[in-house]
């Protein structure tokens, strides 16, 4: 958040100086630099629109920081609608999609049942657009494979003692400090691998 301000700034600084340049050339006989108040207004209103966004940005990556670092990483299911809408459509990495809050939920409580110590607790790379309207945020995900997996029909896959370290990425779309919806990245044949599961 402190690197988003310094970019604000900076970027409104970077603005009036240009334009004060720009108007150096327009003065009066005596020398001096005359600009009208619509051009003032002119300016404020170019710094208004750059910064719009900030606020909104600033409070969705919070948002986000929250959901991996306690909610998820906690499995703290009842919390999930702080950050996602009901109706929320998730693109997960093997390709498959689902809709609605509760699948959401469903898919991922499965990955804490054969992985009960699953967490992402930083994010290396976070920013957005300059609306807020998208974030783009990298972790790191980690566990052990410590409890069997359900593969269906009553049966089980006996767990390899193995950890999981792996680099994903959300994008994720925000409406009223909401995600409807999320796109999901980082590599299935990886994750497996590390899991003891590759083939």
């Not at 009208?36 to 909104?56: P, V």
């Not at 703290?76 to 459509?89: A, F, G, I, N, Y």
């Amino acid at each position: 958040m402190k690197n988003l301000k310094i970019i604000s700034k900076s970027l409104a600084v970077f603005v009036v100086t240009t334009a004060m340049l720009s108007f150096s050339s327009c003065s009066n006989n005596n020398g001096k630099i005359t600009i009208s108040k619509s051009e003032i207004d002119s300016l404020r209103n170019q710094i208004k629109i750059m910064t719009a966004g900030n606020e909104t940005l600033a409070k969705n990556l919070a948002t986000f920081d929250t959901l991996d670092y306690t909610v998820f990483s906690n499995a703290q299911w009842v919390r999930l609608h702080e950050s996602h809408s009901k109706d929320v459509k998730v693109n997960w990495p093997d390709g498959h999609f689902t809709v609605g809050i509760e699948k959401h939920i469903q898919d991922l409580a499965a990955m804490f049942v054969y992985a009960p110590d699953t967490r992402i607790k930083q994010h290396p790379v976070h920013f957005g657009n300059s609306t807020g309207e998208w974030t783009a945020v990298t972790g790191v995900m980690e566990g052990t494979f410590s409890k069997p997996m359900p593969i269906g029909n009553g049966k089980f896959i006996q767990p390899t003692g193995k950890s999981f370290k792996l680099p994903m990425c959300t994008i994720g779309h925000w409406v009223n400090g909401i995600m409807n919806e999320e796109y999901l990245f980082w590599d299935n044949q990886t994750y497996m691998n590390q899991l003891g599961l590759g083939k």
